[in-house]
């Protein structure tokens, strides 16, 4: 059974940085396309960044510029560098896979948090 697992969130002041990881483990698959989301309280869950299964990238307008989503292979990891962080990005981030079955994983959530 594939599980995601997901690390890096904490508690940051505005204009500094955090790495998100997210790590695949389990059955095998297939990548259609691989993303991270957030949903800050009482708010939709949006798209922020998302990697095709050739390496394509897209982001959110919010976040141009700012973050960076990429991956390791042999790790079968997919990090977000999160930089020059706002307040407004204070959110729970979710590693978001969907294989080319279109079968959806999620990771458990990580907190990020950015004082100002």
């Known amino acids: 059974q594939v599980q995601l697992v997901e690390s890096g969130g904490g508690l940051v002041q505005a204009g500094g940085s955090l790495t998100l990881s997210c790590t695949a483990s389990?059955?095998?698959?297939?990548?259609?396309?691989m993303g991270w989301h957030r949903q800050a309280p009482g708010k939709q869950r949006e798209l922020v960044a998302s990697?095709?299964?050739?390496?394509?990238?897209n982001y959110a307008d919010s976040v141009k510029g700012r973050f960076t989503i990429s991956r390791d292979n042999a790790k079968n990891t997919v990090y977000l560098q999160m930089n020059s962080l706002k307040p407004e990005d204070t959110a729970v981030y979710y590693c978001?896979?969907?294989?080319?079955?279109?079968?959806?994983?999620w990771g458990q959530g990580t907190q990020v948090t950015v004082s100002s």
């Open positions: 978001h896979i969907i294989d080319i079955k279109f079968m959806n994983y």
């Open positions: 389990g059955s095998t698959f297939d990548i259609y396309t």
């Open positions: 990697m095709s299964r050739r390496a394509s990238t």
